[in-house]
């Protein structure tokens, strides 16, 4: 519910737009259809196995579960979050892909692929979403909105809200120019700073290898 009232209130949730999912073993806990989101209670959650069956909670389980489903049994990832937030939603309409433009790009994996067109709740939105996320963190939905994966719930909200500012970022790049993007070099040059650096982490000052931002 947390998470969900997160991602609300950063503006990534509107109404009842979007889905949101956790995995622990073989069930999987859904946000209900037709839940408004950022006011979502306890029973607004149902729970499913891995092949749809419901086994918890007496609300229908989201129009978008068998996309939640087909990522757990591609992917070794622990949640999924789904939203209509405005940028990139507006992003998975207009471009084709986004480029990778600033290094905390790379968090998401590189360039953010947008997946082809399909009915929402359709077993071909779901093939098609599950291809974009390959290597990624984080996809666009075409002309739908925006998806992200991770370990955890809270790493697959991070993901999210980092998915709409690089979204941000890119519309406003484009409207000052040309985006400049990041070479193929440039890119592993940031890989193994990050390793080096324990980039992204808390740590004590004496065990620290380099400036940290």
């Known amino acids: 519910m947390?998470?969900?009232?997160?991602?609300?209130?950063?503006?990534?949730?509107?109404?009842?737009?979007?889905?949101?999912?956790?995995?622990?073993g073989d069930r999987v806990a859904?946000?209900?259809?037709?839940?408004?989101?950022?006011?979502?209670?306890a029973d607004?959650?149902?729970?499913?196995?891995?092949?749809?069956n419901q086994v918890g909670g007496s609300l229908v389980p989201t129009s978008e579960v068998y996309l939640h489903l087909s990522l757990y049994q591609k992917y070794d990832v622990a949640a999924v979050v789904h939203t209509h937030a405005p940028?990139?939603?507006?992003a998975s309409i207009s471009i084709g892909e986004i480029p990778v433009v600033h290094y905390q790009q790379l968090l998401l994996g590189g360039t953010i692929r947008v997946a082809p067109?399909?009915?929402?709740?359709?077993?071909?939105l779901a093939t098609r979403v599950v291809a974009a996320?390959?290597?990624?963190?984080?996809?666009l939905m075409a002309n739908h909105g925006s998806i992200a994966?991770?370990?955890?719930?809270?790493?697959?909200?991070?993901?999210?809200?980092?998915?709409?500012?690089?979204?941000?970022?890119?519309?406003?790049?484009?409207a000052m120019g040309r985006p400049a993007t990041l070479t193929r070099k440039q890119q592993e040059d940031v890989v193994a700073a990050a390793?080096?650096?324990s980039y992204g982490s808390v740590q004590e000052a004496g065990q620290e290898k380099g400036e940290s931002e």
């Open 87 to 90: 940028v990139s939603t507006a």
């Open 195 to 197: 390793i080096a650096r």
């Open 149 to 174: 994966i991770g370990a955890s719930l809270d790493k697959a909200v991070e993901n999210a809200l980092l998915l709409e500012w690089l979204c941000t970022v890119y519309r406003d790049a484009l």
């Open 2 to 24: 947390a998470a969900c009232h997160r991602l609300a209130a950063e503006g990534l949730l509107i109404g009842t737009a979007g889905n949101v999912s956790i995995r622990e």
């Open 133 to 139: 996320l390959e290597g990624r963190a984080a996809a």
């Open 44 to 52: 607004q959650v149902v729970e499913v196995d891995l092949d749809g």
């Open 30 to 41: 859904v946000t209900a259809t037709g839940a408004v989101l950022g006011e979502l209670t």
């Open 117 to 124: 067109y399909a009915t929402f709740g359709s077993p071909e």
